[in-house]
C-alpha cells in the first residue's frame, strides 16, 4: 500500500522541508524524495527544475486543494 503525504513542514521563505505522512512517519525533504521516486507515495510525482535538482510536486490534476502547498503545516 502506497503512503500519502498529508502536512508539510515549510522554512520562512515557503519552501518545503519535511513530510508527515498518513502512517504518522515525519520524513526530510530527501527521504521524502527517495520515497516518491521509488513509487511509494500516491498523487505526487518528481520533475527536474531548471536548476538541475529533481523536486516533488503534485500530479496535476486541476484541484489545487490537494496541492502540497495546501496541506496544513504540522
Known sequence: MKE????????????????????????????????????DVEHVSTFVGKDGGTYIRSIPDHDKTNNLDALPSF
Do not use: C, I, P, W
Open 4 to 39: 500519502r503525504f498529508v502536512a508539510v513542514r515549510k522554512n520562512a521563505d515557503g519552501d518545503l522541508l519535511e513530510f508527515q505522512t498518513a502512517s504518522g512517519d515525519v520524513l526530510t525533504y530527501e527521504e521524502a524524495l527517495k520515497k516518491v521516486e521509488a513509487g
